[in-house]
């Protein structure tokens, strides 16, 4: 069964602080894994975008990695803006077909 | 690049009436295009999947019959929620799926229904 899920649900950190957001998938057979920001009532906005043959990439203060052996991938944020609160959603899409399966999302807020 | 516009942001609409949202891709064209529905602190659900020239793809259980879809041209898709129940009240977004790896799938900003 084609699963992503994340963790923490929910996050909450200081602002500056570093944080980490987590995915596990089972999406199969393995196309490419996504990472969007989604703002309360806006749609989502894509992060990084990561192939099977990619351990990491960064996008700013975004960084992902991944490890398709245990089919993990993970989001790390440096130093926490305001205005980085937000959902983060991980997405996989199966090869060659066109729906994406979202996980529920982890809610970071960052407070002053 | 790759933009899609999507309108309204939010609607309100008195139950029986039906509303209509666009998504229109601005600066690339999209054969195909995506409805989703979200509900709060919920997950993006897709609705239907739309064809440029031909008839929408509905999940199970999304009644076609009550969330028209139209792609009549390769830049706009439209959803209408005909007959609005306040158990519409979504939050719905469209998308489209960019030719070339790196865009992958744009996001529209999404449109907030309150059916009253």
């Known amino acids: 069964k084609n699963q992503v899920e994340q963790s923490p649900q929910s996050l909450i950190i200081l602002e500056g602080k570093n944080c980490t957001l987590q995915?596990?998938?089972?999406?199969?057979?393995?196309?490419?894994l996504r990472w969007y920001k989604q703002d309360t009532g806006r749609g989502p906005v894509s992060l990084t975008i990561?192939?099977?043959?990619?351990n990491t990439k960064s996008n700013g203060r975004y960084t992902a990695t991944l490890d398709a052996d245990t089919k993990q991938s993970s989001l790390h944020i440096t130093a926490s803006q305001l205005s980085d609160s937000a959902s983060y959603i991980c997405?996989?899409?199966?090869?060659?077909?066109?729906?994406?399966?979202f996980g529920t999302g982890t809610r970071l807020t960052v407070i002053p | 690049g790759a933009v899609v516009s999507q309108h309204p942001s939010w609607v309100i609409c008195k139950s029986g009436t039906s509303v209509k949202i666009e998504c229109r891709s601005l600066?690339?064209?999209?054969?195909?295009m995506f409805w989703y529905r979200q509900f709060p602190k919920q997950s993006l659900m897709l609705m239907a999947t739309?064809?440029?020239?031909?008839?929408?793809?509905?999940e199970q259980g999304v009644e076609k019959d009550k969330f028209l879809i139209n792609h009549a041209s390769l830049t706009l898709s439209t959803l209408t929620v005909t007959s609005a129940h306040p158990e519409d009240s979504s939050f719905y977004i469209c998308?489209?799926?960019?030719?070339?790896?790196?865009?992958?799938?744009?996001f529209g900003s999404g449109t907030r229904l309150t059916v009253v």
């Open positions: 998308s489209a799926r960019v030719q070339g790896f790196n865009y992958g799938y744009t």
């Open positions: 995915c596990n998938y089972t999406v199969s057979p393995f196309s490419n």
């Open positions: 990561m192939t099977f043959s990619e």
């Open positions: 997405v996989g899409p199966p090869a060659g077909a066109n729906n994406l399966f």
């Open positions: 600066d690339f064209q999209a054969t195909t």
């Open positions: 739309s064809n440029e020239g031909s008839k929408a793809t509905y």
